[in-house]
């Protein structure tokens, strides 16, 4: 679109605007006389309503008027009086709508039906005014209504008076008339008036614009002889004699480019540096980049022997690196161009130092870690495959390590990336410090490392494995803070009877892990059979996953036996797998399994729902003869979960089991791993009912502080306490202490590995009260534990 159609568009659309601006007010005009009539028919409504319900005013001081709703003569008077009055249609209609009163006598008895929309029922309602367009045979274009309701002394309704204001309306609006027509003359005016102005000025700018451009397309065409010759003083007018100017030095400009050489300019602006080479060799031109590129400047290259900087050699194009006077260097690739009338020659130079720093930069980025600065996966298998080629061809001996870091997720979690980070690099140049200049170490991804030891006998690889264990064993300070991390190692000794780099890596992965079932920070040498047996663990833990959801998992409990009477006091929840495959498993078969798979998590919330509701049915069952508490283990994963509280309060909300009939049971060793937040944990269970054990006693961190800082309802003494118990004084002793402890501190305290006659015996003189073993129960399934309490059968 040219400008001078935009320019009639911004004058059509002003003169739209101001059309719309006319037809708004003869809008608001019209809602407003509507709005007046409304007002002052409903005043007049009300007025007639109020005659009705509670009398004419006195026309003398003293004398009493009665309604005239209860006056039929006296009310139809009074509406024809007002018809004749005010020119109005009046109705009155009673609460059902019959018409009690109308300037159409004959309408009197009948229901008014005109309001189609419910707006006289609506009035009666609520006491507001409405109004409502009445159609009829009569008057097809509507008669406008006002609805008002009939109130009478004490505030009730008793019908509604409907008065036609169509005439007062018609009335108002025949008042504006005039007004209205004035207000669409003026805006016919205004609109044609911004029409003409638009395209007068329209006009003059686009002939003006049009004068200008047919002159730039001449002078684009190279005649800087044309002139526009505008006068004037405004925005157009200075933009044409600017122009003028502009092509005044236009023109003289040309003249004195084109006195110039091209060549020159050319060479002067180039990007590469250009020379030219005489026949006796010096630098007899040089432009400015030229002498950027080599640092001598373009005085200091004229003149010069290009042998000086220039390596000698036949080729036409090379690449060499260039020293500059001040010292530093740049690779410069340059290309010699003979020319055969005089022997000289034209050299072309390029500084390619940042393209060769990229490839360099590029090439190491594919082939190391970003983090560590270490080869990479890509790059130690590369390695790896070129060593194994020459262990088979030479003979010489080789090994990998395989390293992963144990506990490092924790560091990682507790105090942050960044100080992982930091662990890993300081790993990287620990591995590095303890093995030779010419091993590979390299990471392969997170926290796992590798190792290529080319030239090793057997014991100089077992002594690099070695020092690669006492290097990272010592602890790790970062961020200021103490880390202690191991390192498990796997290791493939002889590799060059491997097919690939990455069977080797593999196996050596098999025994890292290997090294890690054992205990951790050691390492293991990778013999066939740990590839069966991590086959066979990655299908234990496939099936494992899908034990819960199969209905797999068994619940078995053991009593705990109140003594003396030797009565079921309550009852601890075992859990056992029915392997498809390898039958019932007992819990040290596959519970280490789901710990390291992060499985027991799942399964401590089967327990805990499956106990709590075998329970709560047994004390339903047999409410004498079911125990008092079921406990619960409790894993060092299901305590880190935020929301193990909610978890537990659901379990005890759906089964209806009491939570005082709960007991969760924890090891010392998972109570101390962060005191503070344990503590915590475990007042918000002990607020719901629960009670908290402590599973193991004396085995692990124990001590008199935890007791006072950590909520304890119960102490389960260790079965190694009870072992030998009897004929060993000291031991004897060291139970009773233990008894006496947790007694004088309130606590349930229960012995657990029971196994002889004697033994219960010797701690019930002790003042044992709860005991637990198999000599007194071993654990079994729920039906026949159930069976055999309720059956009255002894311990």
Request: glycine share 10%; charged share 25%.
């Amino acid at each position: 679109m040219d400008v001078r159609r935009k320019l009639l568009g911004s004058f059509l659309a002003a003169a739209a605007l101001v059309a719309a601006t006319g037809g708004v007010v003869l809008q608001a005009n019209t809602i407003s006389v509507r709005s007046a009539a409304v007002t002052e028919a409903e005043q007049l409504a009300r007025g007639i309503a109020q005659d009705i319900a509670v009398g004419p005013a006195p026309k003398r001081e003293g004398e009493s008027t009665a309604p005239l709703l209860y006056d039929p003569a006296a009310l139809a008077v009074y509406l024809e009086r007002q018809h004749g009055l005010h020119q109005r249609d009046i109705v009155v209609v009673d609460r059902n709508r019959t018409i009690l009163a109308d300037v159409v006598p004959d309408e009197v008895g009948e229901t008014y039906a005109e309001d189609k929309g419910g707006q006289v029922t609506a009035t009666m309602a609520d006491g507001q005014a409405r109004t409502f367009v009445e159609e009829s045979d009569d008057s097809p274009e509507g008669m406008l209504q006002v609805v008002v309701p009939l109130t009478g002394t004490a505030g009730v309704t008793k019908g509604a008076v409907v008065l036609e204001y169509t005439q007062l309306y018609h009335q108002m609006l025949a008042t504006t008339a005039t007004a209205r027509k004035i207000i669409v003359a003026a805006g016919l005016a205004c609109i044609l008036l911004v029409m003409l102005l638009g395209w007068i000025i329209s006009r003059s700018i686009t002939r003006r614009i049009n004068s200008l451009t047919r002159a730039v397309e001449v002078i684009r065409d190279g005649d800087y002889s044309r002139r526009v010759g505008m006068g004037g003083t405004d925005e157009i007018s200075r933009l044409g004699q600017a122009f003028d100017d502009m092509t005044e030095r236009l023109e003289v400009s040309a003249r004195e480019i084109l006195a110039k050489e091209y060549t020159d300019s050319i060479l002067a602006n180039a990007g590469e540096g250009i020379c030219g080479v005489g026949a006796d060799n010096r630098i007899i031109f040089a432009n400015e980049a030229a002498g950027r590129i080599t640092g001598l400047g373009v005085d200091g290259l004229l003149g010069l022997d290009s042998g000086e900087f220039l390596p000698s050699g036949e080729d036409a194009e090379r690449e060499v690196t260039m020293q500059r006077p001040d010292g530093t260097s740049v690779r410069v690739a340059y290309s010699v161009s003979v020319i055969a009338k005089d022997g000289g020659a034209v050299v072309v130079l390029r500084d390619v130092t940042r393209q060769r720093d990229l490839e360099y930069d590029l090439r190491h980025q594919a082939l190391h870690d970003g983090l560590t600065g270490l080869p990479n996966r890509k790059l130690f298998l590369d390695r790896l495959e070129h060593a194994i080629s020459r262990a088979r061809a030479a003979g010489e001996s080789a090994a990998v390590l395989y390293l992963d870091l144990d506990g490092f997720k924790k560091v990682n979690d507790s105090l942050g990336h960044n100080a992982g980070d930091m662990l890993l690099r300081t790993t990287g140049d620990r591995l590095a410090g303890a093995l030779r200049p010419h091993d590979t170490v390299a990471r392969l991804g997170g926290d796992e490392f590798a190792v290529l030891l080319e030239g090793a006998s057997a014991e100089t690889v077992e002594q690099h494995t070695q020092a690669c264990l006492d290097a990272l064993n010592q602890p790790f300070v970062v961020h200021g803070r103490k880390a202690v991390v191991s390192v498990s190692i796997g290791v493939v000794p002889e590799i060059a009877g491997y097919g690939d780099a990455e069977e080797v890596l593999r196996n050596a992965d098999v025994a890292m892990y290997a090294a890690k079932a054992r205990g951790k920070g050691c390492f293991e040498i990778f013999e066939s059979r740990m590839h069966e047996q991590l086959i066979d663990r990655l299908d234990s833990e496939a099936r494992l996953r899908d034990a819960v959801h199969r209905g797999e998992l068994r619940l078995h409990l053991q009593p705990v036996v109140a003594l003396p009477g030797k009565r079921v006091g309550g009852v601890e929840a075992l859990v056992r797998w029915q392997d498809p495959e390898r039958g019932l498993q007992q819990p040290g078969s596959f519970i280490p399994l789901a710990e390291e798979t992060g499985l027991i998590a799942e399964i401590d919330r089967w327990v805990l729902f499956e106990a709590c509701m075998t329970v709560k049915r047994w004390q339903d069952l047999a409410p004498h003869a079911s125990p008092a508490w079921v406990s619960v283990n409790l894993s060092a994963v299901e305590l880190e979960i935020p929301d193990l509280t909610d978890r537990v309060a659901y379990a005890l909300a759906t089964t209806g089991l009491s939570p005082h009939c709960l007991v969760l049971e924890l090891t010392e060793t998972v109570l101390m791993r962060d005191l503070a937040v344990t503590a915590a944990r475990l007042e918000e269970l002990r607020e719901l009912g629960v009670k908290i054990a402590i599973d193991d006693f004396g085995t692990g961190y124990s001590s008199l502080g935890y007791l006072r800082d950590i909520p304890v309802d119960v102490l389960k003494v260790d079965r190694s306490f009870i072992t030998g118990l009897v004929g060993n004084q000291r031991q004897q002793e060291l139970v009773s202490a233990v008894l006496q402890l947790g007694h004088t501190l309130g606590l349930k305290v229960v012995v657990e590995g029971i196994e002889t006659e004697d033994q219960l015996e010797l701690l019930g003189r002790m003042g044992c009260r709860y005991a637990q073993g198999y000599f007194l129960g071993r654990p079994e399934p729920v039906a026949t534990l159930i069976e055999r309490m309720t059956t009255g059968s002894a311990i």
